[in-house]
């Protein structure tokens, strides 16, 4: 996982994307205008990052 900057024209080869806020916390991006990301749901990676955070603030 590496976090980077990309263009509107590399979006076809994003297999996952969030955005992160302290108000939404970790929020899978799974469109972007007409681009699907990946297969248009949360990533694995996303899914763990939101469930590694939950523990966190759990405890």
């Known amino acids: 996982?590496?976090?980077v900057p990309y263009?509107?024209?590399e979006l076809p080869e994003i297999d996952e994307a969030?955005?992160?806020s302290s108000s939404k916390?970790?929020?899978p991006v799974?469109?972007?205008n007409e681009h699907i990301i990946g297969d248009g749901k949360a990533g694995t990676h996303t899914y763990e990052l939101e469930q590694r955070f939950?523990?966190?603030v759990a405890h």
Do not use: G, P, W
């Open 1 to 3: 996982m590496k976090s």
């Open 7 to 9: 263009l509107l024209s």
């Open 18 to 20: 969030f955005i992160t």
């Open 25 to 27: 916390e970790i929020t």
């Open 30 to 32: 799974v469109q972007i």
């Open 54 to 56: 939950i523990d966190l």
